[in-house]
């Protein structure tokens, strides 16, 4: 079993930052890829931002510039930086991981139980 611990969220000004930390740990040989996901108050949940395990990023349009992903793979951990917030950034974001637990085996996905974000004056 894989856990993930999310941090890092919470109440910022717009044009603000914050930068969300997700952790995991338990049984984990590789990591694949980390991705952010979110979900706004009545709308479906959306990517925001991915990096697979050999760097490469994909974003959200609305978010390019302005966020970035990185991940520290000797600590199992994928980062969001959020610059240049605005109120329609404000939603629950989510952690999602494949994970490979064990050598040989396939990818398990995982999610994170989420940190709110949420972007006004």
């Known amino acids: 079993q894989v856990q993930l611990v999310e941090s890092g969220g919470g109440l910022v000004q717009p044009g603000g930052s914050l930068r969300l930390s997700c952790a995991a740990s338990?049984?984990?040989?590789?990591?694949?890829?980390m991705g952010w996901y979110r979900q706004a108050p009545g709308k479906q949940r959306e990517l925001v931002a991915g990096?697979?395990?050999?760097?490469?990023?994909n974003y959200k349009d609305s978010v390019k510039g302005r966020f970035t992903i990185s991940r520290d793979n000797a600590k199992n951990t994928v980062y969001l930086q959020m610059n240049s917030l605005k109120p329609e950034d404000t939603a629950v974001y989510y952690c999602n991981l494949e994970v490979v637990e064990r050598p040989g085996t396939y990818g398990m996905e995982y999610w994170g139980k989420g940190t709110l974000v949420t972007v006004s004056s």
């Open positions: 338990g049984s984990i040989f590789s990591i694949n890829y």
């Open positions: 990096i697979t395990s050999g760097g490469s990023t």
